[in-house]
């Protein structure tokens, strides 16, 4: 979980409940950081998690300058801190704490898909 503390200024954007954030193809220049509420990864045909406060999405796109690999989909309605790069450079080079949390989550997502993958 990302310490909200970090975004206490930071405008939020607010979200329907189902409303598309983003889609798999579209170009990935902003991470969010959920503020209230819950956001659903799709890859495909799967739901790959629920993001809820204080978690993150959109962040890879960030690191590889690849195009989104999924979905996000408002699960309820909720608020999020839009990232961008250059905010997200910032709180990297000031900030180890918060890069090493971003780093934590993608591990946890990487052990959670490759535990999915040996079950299939």
């Known amino acids: 979980m990302i310490d ?28 969010f ?12 045909p799967v739901l790959a998690e ?12 960030l690191l590889d300058y690849e195009p989104r690999s999924a979905d996000a989909i408002s699960e309820s309605e909720c608020k999020l801190i839009a990232v961008n790069r250059e905010r997200f450079e910032q709180l990297v080079a000031a ?14 997502r990487l052990r959670k898909t490759n535990e999915r993958l040996i079950k299939t």
């Open 50 to 61: 629920v993001v809820g406060r204080g978690g993150i999405f959109g962040e890879m796109a």
């Open 4 to 31: 909200l503390s970090l975004f206490r200024d930071a405008e939020t954007k607010v979200f329907k409940t189902g409303q598309t954030i983003f889609s798999a193809g579209d170009p990935g220049d902003t991470m």
């Open 95 to 108: 900030n180890a704490g918060f890069a090493l949390q971003v780093m934590s989550i993608m591990a946890e």
């Open 33 to 44: 950081v959920v503020a209230e509420g819950e956001v659903e990864i799709w890859v495909g």
